[in-house]
C-alpha cells in the first residue's frame, strides 16, 4: 500500500459530482486533473495518454448508486412521518430530485442526510483508492517528542 498525500474531501466531492467533466487522478503527486470534452487535444490529456500508469480516472457514482445510497439512509431514520415519504420519492420519477424536494421538509432529517452522505463518499473513495494500492496521508502527522523539553511539550500538547 502507496501512502499519497490528496485532497480527500475534493475527491469525494468530485466522485459525487453531476457535470460532464473528466477528472483524472495523478498517482504519484495526488492532484487532480480536469478535462472538458472540448481538451481533446491539450497538453493534459497527451499526460494521460503517455502516461497511462500515472492517471485513472475518477469515478462518478451513477444514479442507481445515489439511489441505493439514499435508500440505505432510510434504514436508519425512526422519523414515522419521513420515511413513507422518501421511500415514495425513490420510487416515483426522478427519484433523486424527489428525494431532495421531500427531505427539505424535515430540516433536521436533511443535516442527518448530508452528514450520511459524506461519510458514505468518504468510504466509497478510501475504498476505490485500496483498490488502486493506495492510501491518503494522514492530515496532521503525529508529534516528534524526543528532545522538548516537559514544560514545552505540555503546552504543545495543550492546545492540540
Do not use: C
Not at 60 to 85: I, K
Not at 136 to 157: E, M, N, V, W, Y
Amino acid at each position: 500500500m502507496r501512502t499519497l498525500t490528496l485532497d480527500l474531501d475534493t475527491l469525494t466531492q468530485l466522485i459525487n459530482g453531476r457535470e460532464t467533466l473528466e477528472h483524472w487522478l495523478d498517482m504519484e503527486a495526488g492532484t487532480v486533473l480536469t478535462l472538458t470534452p472540448e481538451d481533446q487535444g491539450s497538453d493534459e490529456r497527451q499526460q494521460i495518454q503517455l502516461n497511462p500508469d500515472r492517471y485513472t480516472a475518477v469515478p462518478n457514482l451513477d444514479v442507481a448508486q445515489r439511489v441505493a445510497m439514499r435508500e440505505s439512509f432510510l434504514f436508519t431514520l425512526n422519523d414515522l412521518n419521513a420515511h413513507p415519504l422518501l421511500s415514495a420519492a425513490l420510487t416515483g420519477r426522478k427519484p433523486l430530485r424527489a428525494f431532495d424536494y421531500e427531505i427539505d421538509h424535515f430540516p433536521t432529517l436533511r443535516q442527518q442526510w448530508h452528514d450520511y452522505e459524506q461519510k458514505q463518499l468518504r468510504e466509497y473513495a478510501l475504498n476505490w483508492l485500496f483498490e488502486l494500492g493506495l492510501e491518503p496521508a494522514p492530515d496532521k502527522l503525529p508529534l516528534d517528542t524526543r528532545g522538548i523539553p516537559k514544560d514545552i511539550l505540555r503546552r504543545l500538547t495543550k492546545s492540540a
